[in-house]
């Protein structure tokens, strides 16, 4: 007969590594799925705000968190999930592209993708002076020419927040008029380090071992490009909850699935954790996906083991 465990993870980002790692020491018999071992965090180059690491890179900082489950008996599985489905005896089935597994709860936590500009250079160049978080990689710019794609509030924010290290900030935009909201406006247009270029777009980054410059597809100051030693992408994300849709799953306006405090959601043994939910402000951490992925586990643990 196939063994039922007290918990399947899906996702083995963050989130998804801290949360077997509670559930370890809650001693639930357990499965960590994931398609990508580590989600974004693959993606940076080095972190300066873990507490503890003066700087580490996102790959060690993985490797820490893998060993950290591993430890405790349980490594990631590299499978992914193509469904969920809740019988009618409240055991869930778990469909991967390679086997069938049932849990008694879930814990989603497939993470969401920074959306790409999908340009010629833009993948040679991630993590070479491009980056998709400012807040992780500002500090690599201190005294340079950087620019930033986008005109909702995470370009803004993150514009101005980059003007403590960098000597200038070109603000690019495609459309006429920035959508951000008119506080942040306000600041973009007194800051000197600012230089907004709208109806604008990016065709193309180029650089040998870095980036050197952005190509446009329209002329600014006579030039059809413009240097830069970085590029910050910051034209939103997308959180993958389509699985949690199929299950029932409540989702918020802007894609986000809704938790209460114990990270449950709206259908009973369902948990999600990280970047797919509207817990922590929407602040897009790896402390808080952690601190989420922690609280899902205990969570699931109460109602589980403490009923």
Request: aromatic content about 6%.
């Amino acid at each position: 007969m196939q063994e039922t465990y007290d918990l399947i993870i899906i996702g083995a980002g963050p989130a998804g590594l801290a949360a077997s790692i509670y559930a370890s020491r809650y001693k639930l018999n357990h499965l960590l799925l994931g398609a990508t071992i580590g989600g974004q965090i693959n993606e940076i180059r080095n972190l300066e705000n873990w507490p503890g690491d003066i700087s580490v890179s996102g790959f060690d900082l993985l490797s820490r968190f893998v060993e950290h489950a591993k430890s405790l008996g349980v490594a990631p599985q590299n499978e992914s999930v193509v469904s969920v489905k809740k019988n009618e005896d409240n055991i869930f089935q778990v469909e991967t592209g390679k086997n069938t597994h049932k849990s008694r709860a879930v814990i989603m936590a497939m993470g969401s993708e920074y959306r790409k500009m999908n340009v010629p250079g833009e993948k040679e160049l991630t993590g070479k002076g491009v980056s998709y978080c400012a807040t992780c990689d500002a500090m690599f710019f201190r005294e340079k020419v950087i620019c930033v794609v986008g005109g909702g509030n995470a370009a803004v924010t993150s514009a101005l927040g980059l003007t403590d290290f960098a000597s200038k900030v070109y603000l690019i935009y495609r459309g006429d008029r920035l959508p951000a909201e008119p506080v942040w406006l306000d600041k973009v247009v007194v800051n000197p380090k600012i230089e907004v270029i709208k109806n604008t777009n990016i065709i193309e980054i180029k650089g040998d071992q870095k980036v050197e410059k952005v190509i446009l597809d329209k002329a600014y100051n006579g030039e059809n490009h413009v240097d830069v030693d970085g590029v910050f992408v910051e034209i939103g994300s997308e959180p993958g909850v389509e699985l949690a849709r199929t299950i029932g799953a409540e989702i918020d306006e802007q894609g986000y699935i809704k938790v209460n405090a114990e990270m449950s959601t709206n259908v009973p043994g369902v948990f999600a954790a990280g970047d797919i939910t509207n817990g922590s402000n929407k602040f897009r951490q790896i402390i808080t996906a952690t601190a989420e992925g922690a609280i899902a586990a205990n969570g699931a643990y109460k109602m589980l083991k403490l009923k």
